[in-house]
């Protein structure tokens, strides 16, 4: 028999819908994996009340030793925020020191984290902080991924971040993280991919950048710039299933449309291997009653591989 994989589980803001997400998937996933979660006992006990769950016997946790606080469901606050940025930094370091093989991250609220006074803005760029490496945001199902260039920065600073330099940079890295890539459709940041110059010029260093890399690789895997308002229609999905998008909502507006419960968050270009849900926090439905919490994206980022 396979040996299962560990996983270090950082626990998410508790104020929202990951504990839940956690305990009702224990059984499932402790047969193929042995997980790990991040949480003091105290926090875990009155989650597990609030949400009138039974704590399985196995529930294998690692305190974090961050201050107690009273779960106030929906609501965002700086104890929930200090208490995932904590939970999430002792997940990554048991994987860092070989105490398991991967980490998966429940949702965090990057509001909550704000107000905790915690400098990231997300999961992902602390990991480039930590190791030093420039971590790529990788999200989507078999049947669409999507690699973002730009995440979480305002909209105005994406034409800022777009030279030639950084973006074959970006596209070199990509093809290290993932084997035997074979296409990629790349997205112009102007409408129309700029209509050669009249609508922005931007696309020239998109160009210029794809030549490069597909001249240093010998073969031609990203493409020209498309135009972004038809790149997802069925006709070129059925052709492309990688994306470069050059900024989030441009990639993920079509790709969360399409699928939403089943999305993975994958972090590439690390050390370690980092996957999540391709979800929030769910403030709008964290703790309540008489509804069914949908546990696909959790399910599938945990089964994730290429």
Known sequence: MDKKKRVAISIGDLNGIGLELAIINHKEISEFLEPTYFIDNKMLVQGAELLNLEIPSDFKIVETFCNYFQITPAETSSESGTYSFISFQKA????????????????????????????F???????RSEFQQDAIMLMGVPKMYVALFTEHIPYSEVPKKLTSENLTTFMRNLLKSIPNLEKVAVLGLNPHSGDNGV??????????????????????????PLVPDIAFTKHIREQYNFYLAMYHDQGLIPLKTLYFDEVVNISLNLPIQRVSVGHGTAFNIAYKKNRVLNSQSYLNALNFQF
Do not use: C, Q, R
Request: net charge negative.
């Open 199 to 224: 609508l922005g010029n931007e696309e020239s260093i998109i160009i210029e950048s794809v030549n490069l890399i597909n001249k240093e690789i010998g073969k031609d895997i990203f493409s020209l």
């Open 121 to 127: 803005k997300g999961h992902t760029d602390y990991l």
């Open 92 to 119: 990554v370091n048991f994987v860092k020191d070989g105490f398991a093989d991967f980490v998966m991250t429940l949702p965090i609220n990057k509001e909550a984290w704000s107000l905790a006074g915690i400098e």
